[in-house]
Structure formats: C-alpha cells, structure tokens
C-alpha cells in the first residue's frame, strides 16, 4: 500500500528543551493513524512540522508524496490542517468563511461559491450558512472548520486534537464526518487526548511521550500488550491500596498499574480462575473487604496507563496550545 505520510528521525529542540527526540511515523494511504500522547508529549510539533508550519532541526519526512525539505509549497497544496482551535473568522457568515478559503486557493468567484455550498451541504450546515460563525455553537464551528480544511479536496488531513470540548453528539457526528473522508480515500493523521476516540477511528496508533514514539500498532495490537484481559481492585483507604497492591504483584507477572486518584489497582490476569481466587484469599487475610473486584478486558486507558505512566482521561477543554508549544 501507498505510504501517504512518512517520518523518519525528526527532532525539535525549543531552547533548552528537546520536543521531539527522533519521531519516526509511517501511515499508510486511506488510513488513519491515532497519536496519542499527554500534554507535551510532542504531538502537535509533530503535526506543525509534517505541515510546513515548523521546520526541524534533524531528520526528514515525505507527506502526500513530496519531501518536506525541498518541497515544502506541494505538501502546502495536497493536505488540509484543522487545529485544535477552530480557525473560522467570526465577522463571517459560514459561507463567506468558505468562500473566501476558495478563492485564496483560486477556485474563481463560481469555483468557490460552488465548493462552499457542496462543503455547507455535506457537513449540515446549510440552514446557518448564511449567519455569522460567531452566533455558531462550539460543534458547528467545529464542523464549518473541518469543511474549511477540505475545501482544496487535500488527499491528506491533519487534525489536532479537532473534538476537545465537544459535546457527544457534536463529537460522534464529527467522527462520521471523519469516517467519510477516509471512506473517499483522504488519508488522516489525528491527534487525541480521547482514547474511546483513537479506539473507534483509527486504524493504527502511535503513542508519544517525551517526544519519542514509545509504542505503535493497532488498537487490538497495543491491548494486547497489557494483556488481554485485566484484574481490577478498588479498596477504600490509601494504606488499602497499598497493601492490594503488594498482593496483586505476588499473583501476576505484569507490573501492577496503581490509580492513586480511583483508589484502585489492576494486573494483567495471567493465571484466569487460579489468580482470581488467590487474589481474594490474599486480600481475605489482610482483612482488606474490596469495594470493587472485577475482571475487564483492557482497554486503551490501560495501554496509555501503562506506557506513559499518566492517567488516561481527556480534560473537559483544549489544553493552552501556546503552553503545548512551550513544553512539547
């Protein structure tokens, strides 16, 4: 298969801080690669570098089939960015907000009246074209600036992080729409804090932290190195935990994954029914009565959990990208 986006070596560096130590990325054609990282991990380097927006200190990277270094104005041409912050101007109707993204792109005066009613049709937005993207809700400008980015038809999209603080249902509409690109042959890079998010859209996953990617494959893949499924103990009291914890560690040949926050421990269940039952006498005879004891199949959280060490859940709001940039 086409490689649409490759990355070898990359490395940043903002001051005394290195942001990206060697990424290396590979996606496909007509895929989609979920990045998953927390805050500063270096993801949305990775993605200002992959667009011409940064250039790196080392190493080299082809997007859309061009290299990065030498031809930086066709990579421009063949992909489409949308931030982690809508870029829409306010002061415009939805359609003007479409149409003037055309005719920058000199579609013509008919060209881009054209693309922005398509682009209005597509993505609902017909009924508000004709308001300012100001009186827009947080999902609609989401939408109108999804439909900005693809007003080119780039075979290639970025999108950083485009579903922070959205409501579900602005969220899974959003995810349909991302889902039809790629059902059209758009190749994405997404960026996500929302690892439910990475589980349903992407079809590979590249988890970043410290500006080196630690660990990729696909969903299935990356859960099965936490093991398939997982014994879960929540208790009451921190001395507790502690004590949980020590006992899960004797029973099971993976590093016990401790939540300090939920009070709850969990080990990947290696020995199913034998290490279920000596976990329950162990935690008998310290006289620890649990207020949860479950067995779950792992999930993205615990691959996040266990390869970073940072507990997985996204905020409710973007992080400050200037406060990103600064750290990642």
């Known amino acids: 298969m086409e490689t649409a986006i490759s990355a070898e070596g990359l490395r940043k560096r903002y001051g005394d801080h290195q942001a990206l130590n060697g990424i290396d990325l590979e996606v496909p054609a007509g895929t989609i690669l979920g990045v998953l990282g927390p805050n500063g991990a270096g993801k949305t380097t990775t993605v200002r570098i992959l667009t011409t927006l940064l250039e790196p200190d080392e190493g080299r990277a082809t997007v859309a089939g061009f290299d990065l270094a030498t031809q930086a104005r066709s990579i421009r041409a063949n992909v489409g960015l949308t931030g982690q912050y809508a870029a829409v101007d306010e002061r415009l109707t939805g359609r003007e907000n479409l149409q003037l993204i055309g005719r920058l792109l000199r579609l013509g005066r008919r060209g881009a009246k054209a693309r922005a009613d398509e682009l209005l049709e597509k993505f609902g937005l017909v009924d508000a074209a004709g308001r300012m993207a100001k009186t827009y809700s947080g999902g609609m400008r989401r939408r109108l600036d999804l439909a900005a980015s693809l007003v080119a038809a780039p075979p290639v999209l970025f999108l950083d992080e485009p579903t922070t603080g959205l409501d579900l249902t602005s969220r899974l509409a959003l995810w349909e729409m991302i889902k039809e690109q790629v059902g059209n042959g758009v190749t994405v890079l997404l960026t996500t804090q929302y690892l439910e998010e990475a589980d349903q859209l992407a079809d590979r996953i590249a988890v970043i932290d410290k500006g080196l990617v630690i660990a990729d494959g696909t969903p299935d893949e990356l859960k ?105």
Request: proline residues 6%; glycine residues 10%; without cysteine.
């Open 224 to 328: 099965r190195k936490v093991g398939g499924e997982r014994l879960e103990v929540s208790v009451a009291t921190p001395a507790d935990l502690a004590a949980a914890t020590r006992v899960l560690a004797g029973l099971a040949a993976g590093e016990p994954v401790v939540d300090h926050e939920a009070a709850t421990v969990s080990v990947p269940l290696d020995g199913g029914v034998s290490t279920i039952a000596a976990a329950a006498l162990g935690l008998e005879r310290l006289g620890i009565e649990p207020q949860d004891f479950a067995v779950r199949r792992s999930s993205l959280d615990d691959v996040f959990l266990a390869l970073t060490g940072q507990q997985g859940s996204a905020p409710a709001t973007a992080p400050d990208q200037s406060k990103e940039m600064q750290a990642a």
